[in-house]
């Protein structure tokens, strides 16, 4: 299976910390995204990283990709109340189309 | 303007009943997912339609019905629904089969079967 496990399972810091968090995966892939998840709503896009890539930024948020680790971390700076929501990875494979979730993150963050 | 619409976001209905989810997408997208998300927050891919055509259909049982008219409409016709069907199915679209285009989600529908 391409899943992907997620940890921590739950993180919770104070406002202005930063926040890790981390994905590994199980086979080749043709890019990793991050998605986060308010209470209640729909998952939405941050950021995605292809195979070839190592790093990326956007804003406060920085992804990194680890293909020989089969791993990807990513790194939420300044951290806001705002921010607090479930954050997945979801890796597609050769296939391309088909994305599978890691099992997720849940960050609180703390005002 | 929602981008990826889903009717209705509560489902309250009885085992063995039978009910349908709809899914409408303004984005001008190509391919559409229904995905299941239990309890744990756990995301399960369960259809994907490509220009109307059904590309994935993971291993789910077939009382799930998925059915796409149009590219903009995926709905998901659930029979004989089971206790174990609880749970929030996300609508998402996407630009193309493939690539490096990122998923757009509706916000759920909670299914919850007594």
């Known amino acids: 299976s391409q899943q992907g496990e997620e940890d921590p399972q739950a993180l919770s810091i104070q406002e202005g910390e930063n926040a890790t968090m981390n994905c590994s995966y199980k086979?080749?892939?043709?890019?990793l995204q991050w998605y986060r998840q308010n209470s209640g709503r729909g998952l939405v896009h941050l950021i995605l990283?292809?195979?070839?890539?190592r790093e990326k930024h956007s804003g406060r948020l920085r992804v990194t990709l680890d293909t020989s680790k089969k791993s990807s971390s990513l790194l939420i700076t300044a951290s806001r109340a705002a921010d607090t929501a479930s954050y997945f990875c979801?890796?597609?494979?050769?296939?391309?189309?088909?994305?599978?979730f890691g099992q997720g993150t849940e960050l609180s963050v703390k005002p | 303007d929602t981008a990826v619409s889903q009717t209705p976001k509560y489902l309250v209905t009885q085992m063995g009943n039978d009910k349908s989810i709809k899914c409408e997408q303004n984005?001008?997208?190509?391919?559409m997912y229904w995905y299941k998300q239990d309890s744990k927050k756990f995301l399960k891919i369960m259809f994907s339609?490509?220009?109307?055509?059904?590309?994935i259909n993971e291993t789910v049982p077939n009382r799930f019905s998925p059915k796409s008219p149009d590219k903009a409409h995926l709905n998901l016709h659930i029979n004989s629904l089971e206790l174990g069907d609880s749970a929030v199915y996300f609508c998402?679209?996407?630009?193309?089969?493939?690539?490096?285009?990122?998923?757009?989600f509706g916000n759920g529908t909670r299914l919850t079967v007594t």
């Open positions: 979801a890796t597609s494979g050769n296939q391309g189309g088909k994305l599978i």
């Open positions: 339609y490509n220009n109307k055509e059904l590309i």
């Open positions: 990283i292809r195979s070839n890539e």
């Open positions: 984005l001008g997208h190509d391919t």
């Open positions: 998402a679209s996407r630009l193309q089969w493939g690539g490096n285009s990122p998923l757009h």
């Open positions: 086979t080749s892939i043709n890019n």
